[in-house]
């Protein structure tokens, strides 16, 4: 018999749901014909619910937030996603956003994948027939084993995007990867996550503050992170903290939703954030106001520049000095110098009180050469003399007077704390306006103390412990993702497989909307240039669209699996609400199904005698056994009643970057997993924060310190001079409120929140030199590809700006591509070093210039 609430329209079947969802999701741009529930007066619902269950799980979407979750579990069916409130500190939760608690629209929505398909029209036209999974995975192993016998197994490459939402399940595929000797395609560097002045500077892969910890800090000064839309759950920490009086600035071109809550907002030109912080650096340099302790101890600014060469000085060059012995390979020993030229200890970083900062002198070589010397400090000073108030408000379009009182207030108000967000760091000189922020922070001395730092908080990236005997049971070989679209350059330190990549496995992402810069993915997998594609997903995405063969995955709620995000800093246990609906598998049964086709031999390594789901509690088990102090204790009985904070040196096992380094005066840098410290500290190799940098490429382009250089004139201008003029809006991909990136592209409430309808964000201004009205539909443009929208005027956005939200499937647009318009650029000091993930080229999205008109108007 039908219960009250069923009659009610309370709760739909699947039947009519899915029904409904069909109805509505299949075109954007329609009127939705959602249905609204109003109850009746006076009919109360009185029957209670039966077989009801609560389990205790995780949303794991690409977002950083890792929100537990509670799914409502009423006969076999989850009826609905509720935020967990279990989190030992309460100020954690209750977790859970409107994206995640709907994300039952996809479990049971018209895009889910149900069987194993095989594609039987043409790529991208999402012509499949639906097959056993023995027919796939056989077909599967046959065309994988043809094409590493004709190219090499290096040229099958494998997406899988971001490790801290699944280290089992990603886990598994890694592995798998690593047995066969794919390419794998490392995803930090790939979504342009990767902050390249962190390895630069500070020899890491990222590091970042955890909320709590914003409660600790007196000044905040954000740069370009849209924390109340891209950290929603933890941006109430900003809240709290800014109601305790620490002073919350955004430096944004936009008025976004976080400068809203900010005391300030500064808006300044895109891109020109290097000038402003060189303009700040310069003041608390100037005035004094740095803290001269800190800076000697833990930076690199004693440390002696030869003026000849702009090398820094080695111990080892100079007479009478030399390198300490048993240093390893990967440390250098630099001078320094009080009256007498020193040879500074890599991994002591004590130095004498009376070390200079200022200054130049004469040292000779072992050769008997003279050559002159600065300090660092001594270089960085002259080098900002041009960064003045006037020169500064030239370049950002901030009023000198505010960049002075900015400078002032920031040097004396203690914790600081500078978050630098993704948007910003994703363009070409990103690395640049990352090594100029970073200095605010060190001059001033906050650096591994409480409420103090610079945090860039992208992607849930971060391998917070030991994964090694999981992941990598071969030696695993990488490979950067934008030299698969851009080709290999001369710089290029990563192998290039010698036939070039001929297949793509991607999971847990969707690279042909997120990824086709310049449409150069299609193109590929349209001419066939890719021999064979097979993608891993819940949904028919775009990508899903362009493969041969698609294996129907089991959602977060379907399978077990183990989190962790850089944000905060709990490892929780994702455990199974329901069986996999229809004939979706979790990717750890997947792999090992395509193991035993590959090579039996590699199979063993995923517990062949067990199902699916005790599988993959055995591997939480040997993670948990073989992570390292980390996840010491931790045991899989007590993830299974609840999240577990992640163990670390710092009192209360707080996340405070470096803090062991500061506190301890342990050499730069902490270990950035799973690389190990060899391969890391030699991008530091005095065992301090650099910001001279004297590799060649930082030399060949005048980078050797932070400078500012404005966009587009390295990149687009350098790629064809021509759009000078030409193209003059920035292109502006942000992320949305309601997607995580393309996750939710096909979420029917969230689509309805937006009217169903992608939108352009223009400045009134220049909407008006364009005839544009608001709603009209435009045309976004460039010489590499287009998309359209409805114009969304809003007057808080800079001018020459142009703001499309990222992440929609090019069903919604027409077929069209909103990634045709960026480009893969790589910049050459990018490709020092090759640590994947670590040291990389990174891609700069918002790198891209654009023009927008009316639709139809050409
Ligand atoms: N809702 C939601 N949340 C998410 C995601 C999502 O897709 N949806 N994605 C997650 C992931 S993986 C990431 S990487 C993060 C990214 O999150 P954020 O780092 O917050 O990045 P965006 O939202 O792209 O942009 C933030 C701001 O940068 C500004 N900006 C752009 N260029 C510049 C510049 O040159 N200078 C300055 N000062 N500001 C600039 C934009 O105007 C925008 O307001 O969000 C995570 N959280
Ligand atoms: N122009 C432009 N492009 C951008 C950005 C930008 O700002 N501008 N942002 C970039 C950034 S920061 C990022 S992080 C990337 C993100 O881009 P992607 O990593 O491609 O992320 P999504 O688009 O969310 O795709 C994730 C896919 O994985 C699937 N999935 C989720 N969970 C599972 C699972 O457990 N198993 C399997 N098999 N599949 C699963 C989802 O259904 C979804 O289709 O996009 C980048 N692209
Ligand atoms: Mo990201």
């Keep these: ?232 759950i933890d941006a109430d920490f900003l809240i709290k903290a800014r109601n305790n009086g620490t002073k919350v600035v955004v430096f944004d071109p936009n008025y976004s939703p976080t400068a809203a809550k900010a005391d300030e907002w500064v808006q300044l030109k895109p891109s020109s954030d290097a000038a402003l912080a060189l303009g700040m650096a310069r003041v608390i340099i100037e005035e004094k106001l740095y803290d001269e302790a800190f800076i000697k101890t833990y930076s690199d600014m004693p440390l002696l520049v030869r003026l000849d060469n702009g090398r820094r000085l080695k111990a080892d060059e100079v007479k009478g000095l030399a390198r300490p012995d048993g240093l390893p390979p990967y440390r250098e020993a630099f001078v320094a110098y009080n009256g007498k030229l020193l040879a500074v200890h890599p991994e002591k970083l004590e130095l004498p009180p009376d070390v200079i900062l200022e200054g130049e002198i004469e040292v000779e070589l072992k050769d008997g050469r003279l050559v002159r010397v600065k300090p660092v400090f001594q270089l960085l000073k002259e080098h900002l003399a041009s960064y003045t108030p006037a020169y500064v408000e030239q370049e950002t379009g901030v009023p000198g007077d505010t960049v002075v009182r900015l400078a002032r207030e920031m040097a004396t ?119 064979f594609i097979a993608g891993l997903d819940f ?90 102090p980390p996840v010491a204790g931790i045991t899989l009985e007590q993830l299974k009643k609840g999240p577990v904070r992640l163990k670390s040196e710092v009192p209360g096992n707080r996340q405070i970057p470096f803090y062991e380094q500061v506190q301890f005066k342990k050499p730069f840098p902490p270990v950035s997993r799973p690389a190990a410290i060899e391969a890391t500290a030699q991008f530091v190799k005095s065992g301090r924060i650099e910001f001279y940098k004297d590799e060649d490429a930082f030399i060949a382009l005048g980078e050797t310190l932070p400078v500012h250089k404005p966009p587009f004139e390295d990149s687009e201008y350098a790629l064809n001079p021509e759009i000078k003029g030409k193209y003059q809006f920035a292109y502006i991909t942000r992320n949305s409120l309601y997607r995580v990136h393309s996750t939710h592209s096909n979420n029917l409430w969230m689509n309805e929140l937006q009217d169903n309808k992608p939108k352009v964000f223009l400045n009134p201004q220049d909407a008006a030199a364009k005839g544009i009205k608001e709603g009209d539909l435009v045309e976004v443009y460039n010489d590499r590809g287009r998309v359209r929208g409805y114009a969304a005027l809003d007057p808080g956005l800079g001018r020459k700006i142009v703001v499309f939200e990222q992440g929609w499937w090019s069903r919604y647009l027409n077929g069209d591509s909103y990634n045709s318009l960026t480009y893969p650029f790589i910049k050459p000091t990018h490709e020092v070093y090759f640590v994947p993930g670590i040291w990389a080229p990174n891609t700069a999205w918002n790198e891209a210039l654009c023009d927008v008109r009316k639709a139809g108007e050409v």
């Excluded at 929780?572 to 329901?578: M, T």
């Design 1 to 232: 018999m039908k219960d009250k609430n069923e009659k009610q329209g309370f709760k739909l079947s699947r039947r009519q749901f899915l029904k409904a969802s069909a109805a509505t999701a299949v075109l954007a741009g329609t009127a939705g014909a959602t249905r609204y529930f109003i109850p009746k007066a006076g009919a109360e619902n009185t029957s209670p619910l039966k077989e009801v269950k609560y389990v205790r799980t995780t949303c794991s979407p690409n977002c950083t937030l890792a929100c537990g979750i509670r799914a409502m579990v009423v006969d076999g069916q989850i009826k609905a996603l509720l935020p967990s409130n279990d989190y030992p500190e309460p100020e954690y939760g209750p977790r859970g956003c409107l994206r995640g608690l709907s994300f039952i629209n996809l479990i049971y929505g018209p895009d889910r994948i149900k069987k194993p398909l095989i594609r039987t029209g043409e790529r991208g036209a999402g012509e499949f027939r639906e097959v056993s999974w023995e027919e796939a995975l056989d077909y599967t192993a046959k065309r994988l084993k043809e094409i590493a016998a004709r190219y090499g197994p290096e040229s099958i490459g494998f997406i899988f995007q971001v490790g801290g939402t699944g280290h089992v399940q990603k886990g598994a595929w890694i592995a798998l990867a690593t047995m066969v000797g794919w390419s794998l395609i490392h995803p930090y560097d790939q979504n342009g996550d990767l902050p390249m002045f962190w390895p630069q500077t500070f020899g890491v892969q990222t590091e970042e503050l955890e909320p709590l910890e914003w409660l600790n800090s007196r000044y905040t000064a954000i740069f370009g992170s849209n924390i109340m839309v891209t950290r929603l």
């Design 413 to 531: 108000t203690k914790p600081l704390h500078v978050i630098y967000g993704a948007s910003n760091y994703q363009w070409y000189h990103g690395d640049l306006k990352g090594r100029a922020l970073a200095l605010l922070p060190v001059l001033t001395g906050n650096i591994g103390k409480p409420g103090a730092g610079i945090s860039t908080y992208a992607g849930q990236y971060k391998i917070r412990f030991n994964v090694k005997e999981w992941w990598f049971p071969g030696s695993p070989r990488w490979l950067p993702w934008l030299y698969i679209l851009h080709g290999p350059t001369p710089g290029m330190k990563a192998r290039w497989p010698k036939n070039g990549i001929k297949a793509l496995i991607f999971g847990w992402g969707n690279p042909f909307d997120q990824h086709n810069m310049a449409d150069r993915l299609r193109q590929m997998a349209i001419k066939g240039e890719l021999e």
């Design 539 to 628: 949904s028919l995405t775009t990508s899903c669209r362009y493969s041969d063969v698609v294996f129907p995955a089991a959602t977060w709620y379907e399978k077990t699996e183990l989190v962790t995000t850089p944000l905060h800093p709990y490892m929780q246990l994702q455990q199974p609400a329901i069986k996999p609906l229809y004939e979706a598998r979790s990717e750890l049964w997947m792999a090992r199904e395509l193991a035993k086709r590959l090579d039996p031999g590699f199979a063993k390594h995923f517990f062949p005698e067990l199902d699916e789901n005790t599988a993959a509690e055995k591997a939480v088990e040997l993670l948990l056994a073989t992570g390292g």
